[in-house]
Nanobody, 121 residues
Framework: QVQLVESGGGLVQPGGSLRLSCAPS????????MGWYRQAPGKQRELVAT???????NYADSVRGRFTISRDNAKNTVYLQMNSLKPEDTAVYYC???????????????WGQGTQVTVSS
């Protein structure tokens, strides 16, 4: 079974930067849209940013201009560069991918286990 493996979370001061990475743990046939979501304590999971296989991006208004999503299709990896971080960005960040395995007849949603991002002085 393929899993999405995230890395790069941690503790950072307000105004600082972090870079998250995410890639499948095994081989895949095709990966369509990839993205990042986050969930803060007591709140619902929300979209942060997505990127299609062709590179079209979409951002939540709260992060536009501060966060940049990108992907390396050769490495099947999606990144989230987070700059000018604010305390309200504190959350568990989840990687998401619409991907298809070789033996599957269609793609489906996969989620990572989540990585904690804490913005605090």
């Amino acid at each position: 079974q393929v899993q999405l493996v995230e890395s790069g979370g941690g503790l950072v001061q307000p105004g600082g930067s972090l870079r998250l990475s995410c890639a499948p743990s095994g081989s895949t046939y095709r990966i369509n849209t990839m993205g990042w979501y986050r969930q803060a304590p007591g709140k619902q999971r929300e979209l942060v940013a997505t990127i299609t296989s062709g590179g079209t991006t979409n951002y939540a208004d709260s992060v536009r201009g501060r966060f940049t999503i990108s992907r390396d299709n050769a490495k099947n990896t999606v990144y989230l560069q987070m700059n000018s971080l604010k305390p309200e960005d504190t959350a568990v960040y989840y990687c998401n991918a619409d991907l298809q395995l070789y033996w599957a007849t269609r793609p489906r949603d996969y989620w990572g286990q989540g990585t904690q991002v804490t913005v605090s002085s």
